[in-house]
């Protein structure tokens, strides 16, 4: 596919002051089995996530989702009609495809020719997006399964490319190197072409999330080499800022253009955040005083869904336990101003650990 700056009427057609929502609070907070990680949740509150193997977590239920006859898996993502999609191991765990879970059935999706792919997004049509390696193993590509093609997006000339979601209207978003494999550049594919997003000043960016009007959301490096979590708009790429550190990351987009993900403070911790018409928001903060002296810390915001329910990981920072997490954001209308803030959150349920915490980059 050729690639191109970004045509900035193809991002979105919603402005920022038009999703007049604001935030009013948490309640709610719950602690999900395993110790492991909530990654994605649908508009039914249904998450998937991963401890050892792929997940998936329903009225208040943990479900361990098939393998492909080895090991581990990981569940990554999670459509409006169930479809979880991620990867898992063979058999001998010498490779690992992209993988869909569908009621009770596993499908391999298969790869581009190598050994090892992954989905990382799934729409409510059913198509998939992520990454599969050629033939050889040395190089991996973007990659959509429609359900009867895997499609190689190509990359912005390099030699690498990966796509980490999809919405509804089959845009893809994600991650491709330039020529000569000199940058990497935040990328959203539109079905003809590879769009090039840009960055902030600096020499790399990655487009991790899409919503179904083109607002994209994800971290581009500043000239300064500071991080920070972007969202790419029909204005071009804005700076969501960062808490007191010099590093953030905008992990999930809902319809509202209400985005989570996390950021550090000026002594590097990791803080969950939310990112709400301009502001930024310490999920920390909003926390009752019980679990804060309880040793909580919410440390990375992972998905939203187009109810203001959020998932992410939270550890402990005195028994040093670390669990995945379910909370809901009360959102009010805009005319409510932040001053109608909760006090904290309502409620928080503990469920007790079966499997071992699986560390990965994204909730390290």
Sequence with gaps: MNDKKLKLSAIAEVGLSE????FNGLNNLIFLEAAGSALALNNFGVVAGYAEVATRWKDGTLTCLRNLGGSHGRAMAINNAGDVAGYAQLHGNMASHATVWREDSSIDLGTLGGNFSAALAINDIGQVAGYAYLPGDAVNHATVWDGTRT???GTLGGSY???TGINNSGLVTGVAYTPGDQASHATMWNGNEAIDLGTLGGNASQALAINDYGQIAGVSHLANDAQHATLWHKTGAIDLGALSGNFSTALAINNANQIVGYSTTAAGASRATLWLTGKLIDLNTLMSPQDINAGWVLQKATGINDNGQIVGTARNTKSGRREAFLLSANIAPESAGLSRLLSGIARLYFIP????????DRDS
Aim: hydrophobic share 30%.
């Design 151 to 153: 499609i190689d997006l």
């Design 353 to 360: 650990r079966r499997l071992k915490s699986v560390n990965t």
């Design 19 to 22: 999703n007049n929502n604001q």
């Design 161 to 163: 490319s990966y796509a």
